[in-house]
């Protein structure tokens, strides 16, 4: 959902003049309809169990048809890894602007030979993290157009607490937690999950779940309410503390929009620095963090959120440079003028 949340975030920033109309490799790209956007799936290498030098001339005629249907004045790419067909896209279609949306925080020593796709592209945005002081990856210092760090919304768009309850059908008196950790057993005790779990309901917090934290083998679990929606940032206001990782969007939801946080980083990814950014928060006194959830490590950290996490997440404001979303959607409208003018 990343991708998504990204671009739409552009999209919805964007000048009347500007159409936005989505390509997506992910197979969640329907959320964008409930925007009023028109959308296309294209399936993944994955999916479609193409082989790579197959796959990326599928997609290279796959886009390249979508570009002569609608003739897009600019591309918007964003992700970490440019897709070998783009430069087969370009030559056929010079007239188009291409930009690359590319968010930094990479591991170090990770991705230095993808920089060289940004000759690809007429415009580098790079999203800014509020970690970015932390980050010693590959992007740190490359070459782009830096904009403040984005998230979809803002937080003057979020329901307030009761609004935000009634919306997720969860009770309006209660303390209330959000885990979002990845897939996982929610009775195993010894995974991330089910310790989450098992600490909140321990002090007397109520548990909220998105859907891809339910394995298949992960059972019932009577106490456990499933939320589904999208965006779910805006209802945040609907919890007291949340559980979560670290990835780009949920971080800086969670910090802006004023959640109470434990963070536990995904160590697993193979180009995401979420270590770093959770050594920044708790490192700030904005979140606190764990490498990996017990029940015993847990509970004093969600105790002290509870009492003190409101303060604490608050002083976020202090260091935020605001949403850059609206920043990029300016610079895709100035490329778009230029293209319409030549």
Not at 19 to 29: C, D, I, K
Not at 60 to 69: K, L
Not at 157 to 183: C, E, F, K, T
Not at 236 to 264: K, M
Request: charged share 20%.
């Amino acid at each position: 959902m990343g991708h998504l949340t990204r671009l739409l975030a552009y999209a919805t920033r964007a000048e009347r003049e500007i159409e936005p109309h989505f390509l997506s490799l992910s197979q969640a790209v329907p959320v964008v309809a409930t925007y009023g956007y028109p959308f296309e799936y294209l399936p993944s290498m994955d999916a479609t169990g193409l082989a790579p030098r197959r796959w990326h001339a599928y997609f290279a005629e796959s886009v390249s048809q979508t570009v002569e249907r609608i003739q897009p004045g600019v591309v918007v790419f964003d992700g970490t890894w440019p897709y070998e067909g783009i430069p087969l896209v370009r030559e056929a279609f010079p007239y188009v602007r291409w930009v690359w949306s590319r968010r930094g925080m990479w591991k170090p020593g990770i991705g230095d030979d993808r920089l060289g796709k940004a000759d690809w592209f007429d415009l580098v945005v790079q999203p800014g993290d509020l970690a970015a002081e932390l980050d010693r990856g590959a992007t740190a210092k490359a070459a782009a157009q830096r904009i403040g760090p984005v998230t979809l919304l803002d937080r003057d768009d979020l329901d307030g607490r009761d609004a935000a309850r009634a919306a997720l059908g969860l009770a309006g008196d209660v303390p209330m937690a959000l885990v979002s950790l990845g897939a996982g057993n929610i009775n195993d005790t010894s995974g991330d999950v089910g310790a989450s779990i098992a600490a909140l309901r321990a002090l007397g917090v109520e548990v909220c779940v998105t859907r891809a934290e339910i394995a298949m083998q992960g059972g019932e679990h009577p106490d456990v309410h499933v939320v589904r929606t999208y965006p779910l940032s805006r209802y945040f206001r609907a919890f007291d503390v949340a559980i979560s990782a670290a990835g780009y969007n949920s971080f800086h939801e969670l910090l802006r929009f004023g959640v109470p946080s434990l963070f536990v980083p995904n160590q697993s990814t193979a180009l995401d620095d979420q270590a770093s950014r959770t050594r920044f928060a708790a490192g700030h006194g904005f979140a606190h963090q764990l490498a990996s959830i017990s029940v015993d490590g847990a509970k004093p950290l969600i105790a002290d959120l509870l009492e003190h996490g409101s303060r604490m997440v608050e002083r976020v404001r202090d260091i935020d440079p605001g949403n850059g979303a609206g920043e990029a959607a300016e610079h895709i409208a100035e490329l778009a003028e230029t293209a319409a003018r030549q």
